[in-house]
């Protein structure tokens, strides 16, 4: 996939540092405008799973970091930063190619994240997300 030449906002790695060091915000969501910049469109600072899933726009794409605490099968609890790629299958063509295109310039800035590209809410589904998280290591 070709670079989209989409650049990211300078706050924007200020805003991951708060969600991964200080565990400041429950997730983030950002957003490219214009075609040009990916900038912090939201913050929450405390969230459910569920609550989160359903602030997903059913049309649009979006890239989220989410701090996601979950309890292994021994009791032990764990987080792990998760990036998602929201893309609906859904959203125009053209967005979701600018997304894709644009993805290494975000994810170059998240250290230390869990990949996951979804592209319907079953791929956010929390049983589906805490496989993918254990898989993850």
């Not at 989209?4 to 924007?12: I, Q």
């Not at 912090?40 to 979006?62: D, M, Q």
């Not at 894709?100 to 592209?119: C, F, H, P, R, Y």
Request: with cysteine.
């Amino acid at each position: 996939v070709m670079a989209s030449g989409v650049t990211v906002d300078a706050s924007l790695k200020d805003d991951f540092n708060a969600i991964k060091l200080g565990h400041k915000y429950a997730y983030m969501v950002f957003k490219i405008e214009g075609e040009s910049q990916i900038k912090t469109e939201r913050v929450a600072e405390n969230s459910t799973y569920e609550e989160f899933i359903g602030t997903l726009p059913p049309n649009e794409c979006r890239y989220v970091v989410y701090d996601y605490k979950y309890t292994l099968d021994d009791g032990a609890k764990r987080e792990k930063l998760l990036f998602i790629h929201w893309a609906p299958d859904s959203a125009r063509i053209r967005d979701k190619m600018l997304y894709a295109s644009s993805k290494d310039a975000i994810k170059k800035e998240l250290k230390g994240v869990v990949e996951i590209q979804a592209n319907d809410m079953s791929e956010v589904d929390e049983a589906a997300i805490k496989e993918k998280v254990k898989a993850s290591g």
